[in-house]
């Protein structure tokens, strides 16, 4: 519940980022709630500027994402649902990384989704808190059931 808490208030303004707090698993949350929220500028604030995003077999820079990709991610985190599970956060100084599993399911221009994918996001410690330093995003279509 306080992560919760957390995120909305990170939303209600980009500028409390400042005050992002010690636990990497919240500015991953953060991330995501602003994502679900169309919320580019805390999305983009939570960017670490060397920050990479590894998805689909590409490479982007943070300047690329944000450029290119960033409002599709947008769209879609809005339109579908995604349930992460099997979170595990690893912390070790002043870097941490956070990976997951997901299920997203919901229909996007037109079609059904409904995918199974890993993630997993390196952050590192900052003045402002922890922010992202990389993205690995893979996904496939959900399996049938038996």
């Known amino acids: 519940m306080r992560t919760l808490i957390l995120a909305v208030a990170l939303l209600s303004n980009a500028a409390a980022l400042a005050e992002t707090p010690g636990d990497p698993a919240a500015a991953v949350e953060a991330f995501h709630a602003a994502l679900a929220a169309g919320d580019a500028a805390t999305a983009e604030a939570l960017l670490a500027p060397d920050a990479i995003v590894l998805e689909s077999g590409y490479s982007e820079t943070r300047a690329e994402y944000v450029g290119h990709h960033l409002a599709a991610d947008i769209e879609f985190a809005r339109a579908l649902k995604t349930t992460r599970s099997a979170v595990r956060v690893i912390t070790e100084g002043g ?42 995003w893979s996904s496939h279509e959900q399996k049938p059931a038996p």
């Open 95 to 136: 870097v941490a990384w956070v990976s997951a599993t997901t299920r997203t399911d919901g229909d996007y221009r037109g079609r059904k989704i409904r995918t199974e994918g890993a993630e997993l996001i390196v952050l590192a410690r900052a003045d402002a808190g922890w922010r992202i330093r990389a993205i690995h």
